[in-house]
């Protein structure tokens, strides 16, 4: 009884009861006023009209679009409304002018590019050369060198050597996730912090309040301020009817002392080093940066880090030049924000596949993808790539694992290969081409991570670590099942099903 109370009574579900009643109450509200009112009926009708119209005319992607319009056009007296209120997916005035003038100190830092870099790329691949100017453009971080990259094909493996280099820090820890869970990965990892700050060392934590909503427990923030450790809860959850709950933090990011880095699909729970077991064995992956490359995700902690918790904070001082770092290549870790309006990550993406001449192979817990995306796969299959996709074998949302099924048929018709990791689920998120380029990150191939949520990558060209990546992709396809047509060829339901899923898919 009492583990039913606390279910009954967390933040999570008071939440969701709140938003669930506030919709009913401007639903029934609505249906209320145009039974008695024929010229409101009317005026919500031409709203709803112009809606799309508005709509039609908007730089959108096309699938939102449709999805609004037939949304719009299911309910006409109230479609047009629910748009005004809940269709503006670009973030809100207030949080478009705090991100602005955080960033402005930082701006001199972000937009340098480093010519020497610059140079040295385009003299051997002047094409990629053109994808690190484009992210110098729009990310905006600049291309770095003298960068050691490890690959962890696991996040155990990640875990251990984060732990490893936390004990080493001296000066600074900055570490940004979606989620932060109760659990043995989160009690070792805050030992280790509570001991560094105790020590002088400045620790810094974020994360996303919905992203962790739920899962963080009683008095989170309180216990680690008390402990020397600052906190932050990035676009607190508000229970109210707003789309500015939709841009979230997704980002996973630790930074110490500005010379070691590392990201990738990993939060802090312990699912992800598989001490918990949930959808079968969990197969993540990440990168740990040391040297001049980290510098790029301090500045993305910081930007966000100013905006809400230490406005018109000075520009940090860049660490000294790290000492000449064997391994070689090019890397260049970006961000990739819904405030700009400019899809970062799936350019990106795009470009990989567009300049790939002999294969791309891609891991993902998602395939949710817009008009574009599925275009330049299945270009990419037809004009003799080697497109691989690995997804995962047991899903963890039921509806959004046949949605991603759904767009198996038209990939592999063109020839894309598909794969299910057979032992569990995949979070990994990485590219991976010809043997020189690749991306790993926490960039999902879905529209919330490409459209509306805080992400991260690391760009890799020629980068020692990519023969690790590929050895673990062929190592993660050989322990996956390689679909077929008839697999995912559903009977009428199921593509009645399919239809529906992908009409909401922006959504998902």
């Known amino acids: 009884m009492k583990k039913l109370i606390n279910i009954f009574t967390s933040r999570l579900v008071v939440t969701g009861l709140l938003i669930l009643v506030q919709l009913g109450w401007l639903l029934l509200q609505l249906f209320h006023l145009t039974q008695y009112a024929t010229w409101l009926a009317a005026l919500f009708s031409l709203l709803s009209l112009l809606a799309i119209l508005f709509l039609i005319q908007r730089d959108e992607n096309p ?3 449709l999805l609004w319009v037939i949304l719009i056009a299911l309910a006409p007296l109230f479609g047009g409304l629910l748009y005004l209120v809940l269709g503006n997916k670009q973030p809100t005035r207030r949080m478009r002018h705090t991100l602005a003038q955080a960033r402005a100190p930082l701006e001199p830092l972000l937009t340098a590019p480093n010519e020497e870099a610059i140079a040295s790329l385009e003299a051997k691949h002047p094409r990629m050369c053109s994808t690190a100017r484009y992210i110098g453009k729009s990310g905006p971080y600049p291309l770095q060198q003298n960068t050691r990259v490890t690959y962890y094909p696991i996040g155990e493996q990640l875990f251990a050597a984060m732990l490893k280099d936390l004990e080493q820090a001296q000066k600074t820890i900055y570490l940004e996730y979606f ?50 450790i600052q906190c932050m809860a990035f676009n607190r959850f508000i229970p109210v009817l707003s789309l500015a709950m939709n841009h979230r933090d997704h980002r996973k990011i630790l930074v110490i002392d500005g010379k070691v880095a590392f990201t990738g699909g990993i939060n802090i729970a312990d699912e992800y080093i598989n001490q918990k077991v949930r959808f079968g064995h969990w197969k993540d992956t990440g990168v740990r940066l040391e040297g001049d490359g980290a510098w790029n995700f301090t500045l993305m902690f910081l930007e966000l880090w100013n905006a809400y918790k230490a406005p018109n904070a000075l520009p940090p001082q860049k660490p000294e030049p790290a000492p000449a770092l064997p391994g070689g290549g090019w890397v260049q870790p970006f961000s990739d924000s819904p405030v700009d309006e400019e899809p970062v990550s799936e350019n990106v993406y795009l470009d990989i596949l567009n300049q790939a001449r002999d294969y791309v192979t891609i891991c993902t817990p998602y395939l949710i993808i817009d008009n574009e995306m599925q275009t330049a796969l299945c270009l990419a299959a037809k004009r003799g790539v080697d497109v691989s996709i690995i997804t995962p074998g047991i899903p963890d949302k039921w509806l959004v694992w046949q949605m991603t099924r759904s767009y198996y048929e038209p990939l592999m018709k063109a020839g894309v290969k598909i794969y299910e990791y057979t032992p569990g689920f995949i979070h990994a ?9 690749g991306v790993v990150g926490t960039i999902n191939m879905d529209y919330r991570s490409l459209y509306l949520h805080f992400e991260c990558g690391t760009l890799l060209i020629d980068t020692p670590a990519l023969a690790d990546l590929k050895a ?7 322990k996956s099942r390689r679909m077929k047509p008839e697999d995912v060829r559903p009977g009428f339901w199921g593509r009645l099903l399919s239809a529906v899923l992908r009409v909401f898919a922006p959504l998902m």
């Open 472 to 478: 673990d992709c062929l190592d993660t396809i050989a």
């Open 429 to 437: 998120k990485s590219y991976l081409s010809d043997d020189c380029i």
């Open 63 to 65: 699938a939102y679009k």
């Open 179 to 228: 989620i932060f869970a109760e659990g043995e990965m989160w009690q070792t990892m805050r030992r280790v912090l509570v001991r560094k700050a105790a020590e002088g060392v400045d620790v810094r934590l974020m994360y996303d309040d919905m992203g962790s909503l739920g899962v963080l427990p009683k008095h989170f923030q309180a216990e680690l301020e008390r402990d020397g």
